[in-house]
Nanobody, 126 residues
Framework: QLQLVESGGGLVQPGGSLRLSCAAS????????IGWFRQAPGKEREGIAC????????RYADSVKERFTVSRENAKNMVTLQLNSLKPEDTATYYC???????????????????WGRGTPVNVSS
């Protein structure tokens, strides 16, 4: 069974950057669509970025477009999310998730994903 582990979260000042990683084990990542989601306390889980199995297709939520970049290295079973120009409202726990055969227009919907990591916290504060 596919297992996902996120890392790279932490405390950063507004305007700063972080690089989150999602490491997969148990099965090759090549077959999976990957999504990144975040959830702040008291708020619903939000889909922020997704990437297709070959890395050629990506999609972003309006809230992070032009600031966040998702990429993947299937040979390393790894997906990364680069977070730039961070804002206090980006504070949340960030999750990666995986699913096979996802219809691309739905790639930011958390209910479509099968496998989830446990999350890594990001705190944007001065």
């Amino acid at each position: 069974q596919l297992q996902l582990v996120e890392s790279g979260g932490g405390l950063v000042q507004p305007g700063g950057s972080l690089r989150l990683s999602c490491a997969a084990s148990g099965y090759p990542l090549d077959y999976y669509d990957i999504g990144w989601f975040r959830q702040a306390p008291g708020k619903e889980r939000e889909g922020i970025a997704c990437i297709g199995p070959n890395g050629r297709t990506t999609r972003y939520a309006d809230s992070v477009k032009e600031r966040f970049t998702v990429s993947r290295e299937n040979a390393k079973n790894m997906v990364t999310l680069q977070l730039n120009s961070l804002k206090p409202e980006d504070t949340a726990t960030y999750y990666c998730a995986a699913v096979e055969n996802l219809w691309y227009p739905q790639c930011l919907k958390h209910e479509k994903y099968t496998f989830w990591g446990r999350g890594t916290p990001v705190n944007v504060s001065s």
